[in-house]
């Protein structure tokens, strides 16, 4: 095999060789594009383009994103750190203290929420989701159409 590759004759060019990192469009390497060759990707949650909008300040995005992964510090959450605490909601002292329950079941959220929408002349609460899209910008809108 040796004898093979040793016989081998490698044409020769009057071009000056050059380093070329194929990932890269540009051929340039960058820690970024490296970083997307190595990386796992999965596909895409469907909350994404709504959390990280450019239009939202980050503090919304990491709210949103705590929300879909269910990392707000909730009584529910402590507890499986292993912290008991009492285990109502601290605004309608009925249920446990849940981001799902904070979000859509709490009476006194609801009521804020619904006099929010009304402030804003919307009709009902079903209408929030337009409402957080507008709040996103007007290209959140036209991208939902």
Known sequence: MFKVIKSTDIPCYDVED???WGPSK???FT???AWEELRLKGPKAPWVQ???HKNLQPRHSMFGW???HEKLPTEEEYQRWGVSLASKCMLCKKQCDSALHLILNCEF?????GNFALGL???GISQLPLLIFEIGGKE????RM
Do not use: F, G, H, K
């Not at 959220?109 to 929420?113: A, D, G, I, K, M």
């Not at 959140?140 to 991208?143: E, G």
């Open 18 to 20: 050059s380093v070329c």
């Open 26 to 28: 540009s051929s340039d």
């Open 31 to 33: 820690t970024a594009s």
């Open 50 to 52: 709504l959390v990280w």
């Open 66 to 68: 705590r929300l879909a």
């Open 109 to 113: 959220n609801n009521v804020v929420w």
């Open 121 to 123: 002349a919307l009709v």
């Open 140 to 143: 959140s809108v036209d991208a």
